[in-house]
């Protein structure tokens, strides 16, 4: 039991197709995030939420439409996608107002857009 | 902004040695916090020490512990007695401490373990 859990594992999509990535943390937390992590780049981050709002959005292109529903959930919607897309998105949960507290980050779902 | 640099891609070390990871970052803040992930082949992410850049002790979690020189802006984790568990890509990573502000993370260093 990681605390955050990450669904599917792994996804292989046409670049036309619409897919969800799901995030549920078991923590209390009340900040949610989505990292991208390529191959030999720094996780990039995507977008943050606390208490559900969203409070930070990276630049993140619209072909990528995050959810979230309740502290505990956080989704992630697919359309569109271009094959640079693929990658590893992790996603994680941390105490918001706490700067001390660490993030616990999920298994990740592994990406392929084809 | 802040930015966070692992001049190591890849190391290597002996079953019970000790290696050194790098770490340098860059920024005008005077208080934040550093930390070391480490990602086995799981994928999952998971903390292994962090130092608060108000104290100068060096932090220390059972094997693993920093040498934060603060001036120099260089935070390197120090892995004693390495275990085979110990593969995996080991991400600095840097916090300001201003609001809920996320992580950046440096690149990471892949650590290899050898029996």
């Known amino acids: 039991e990681t605390g955050v859990t990450q669904t599917p594992r792994h996804l292989v999509m046409g670049m036309t197709n619409k897919k969800s990535l799901k995030c549920e943390q078991h923590?209390?937390?009340?900040?949610m995030y989505w990292y991208k992590q390529s191959a030999k780049k720094p996780l990039e981050l995507m977008f943050v939420y606390n208490f559900k709002e969203q409070t930070e959005n990276n630049s993140v292109p619209s072909r990528f439409s995050p959810e979230c529903p309740n502290s505990s959930h956080l989704f992630l919607h697919l359309h569109t996608l271009q094959p640079e897309d693929s990658a590893l998105y992790l996603c994680a949960s941390s105490q918001g107002g706490d700067y001390n507290s660490p993030l616990h980050f999920g298994n990740g779902t592994r990406l392929t857009v084809t | 902004a802040q930015t966070v640099t692992q001049s190591q891609p890849e190391m290597s070390v002996q079953e019970a040695e000790t290696v050194t990871l790098s770490c340098t970052y860059d920024?005008?803040?005077?208080?934040?916090?550093l930390f070391w992930y480490k990602q086995p082949p799981s994928r999952q992410m998971i903390l292994v020490i962090r130092q608060e850049a108000y104290k100068q002790q060096n932090a220390t979690e059972n094997r693993f512990s920093v040498n934060f020189q603060k001036a120099a802006k260089s935070f390197s984790l120090k892995i004693s007695d390495s275990q085979l568990g110990d593969t995996a890509m080991y991400f600095c990573a840097f916090r300001r401490l201003a609001g809920n502000t996320p992580l950046v993370f440096g690149k990471g260093t892949r650590l290899s373990v050898i029996a």
């Open positions: 920024t005008s803040e005077n208080n934040y916090y």
């Open positions: 923590l209390g937390h009340n900040a």
